[in-house]
């Protein structure tokens, strides 16, 4: 199961600024656990998308709304979620490939290059 968030900024832009390090060390922490395949802003930057995976066998409304709560952003007050499940029907089978060699990648040993 896949799912797709939208977030809206809430307060402007020179707000939001200041907190984009610590939202997107939080993505990277999603990132390295499986959860966050893909994510950006839009343009215009009025907000941004997260395109995410559900786990095998976790509570979907759970895993959604605790990736919302552990956004800074969230707790800042800064954007709002909307949290959409969702299944696609054309593509999965390249989407699930995909996220199968990211998975892979990052289970490999670094070479301590950056």
Do not use: C, N
Not at 7 to 20: D, G
Not at 83 to 93: D, T, V, Y
Request: glycine fraction near 10%.
């Amino acid at each position: 199961m896949y799912a797709i968030a939208i977030l809206r900024y809430r307060k402007p832009l020179e707000e939001v600024l200041p907190l984009v390090d610590a939202h997107r060390a939080y993505l990277r922490e999603l990132q390295a656990r499986g959860i966050l395949i893909a994510s950006g802003p839009f343009e215009p930057r009025s907000g941004g998308a997260l395109l995410l995976r559900i786990p095998e066998g976790a509570d979907v409304a759970k895993t959604l709304d605790a990736v919302r709560d552990g956004d800074p952003f969230t707790h800042a007050g800064t954007a709002q979620y909307e949290l959409l499940p969702w299944a696609p029907a054309i593509g999965k089978e390249a989407l699930d490939g995909m996220v199968s060699g990211t998975k892979k990648r990052s289970e490999a040993p670094s070479s301590g290059a950056v």
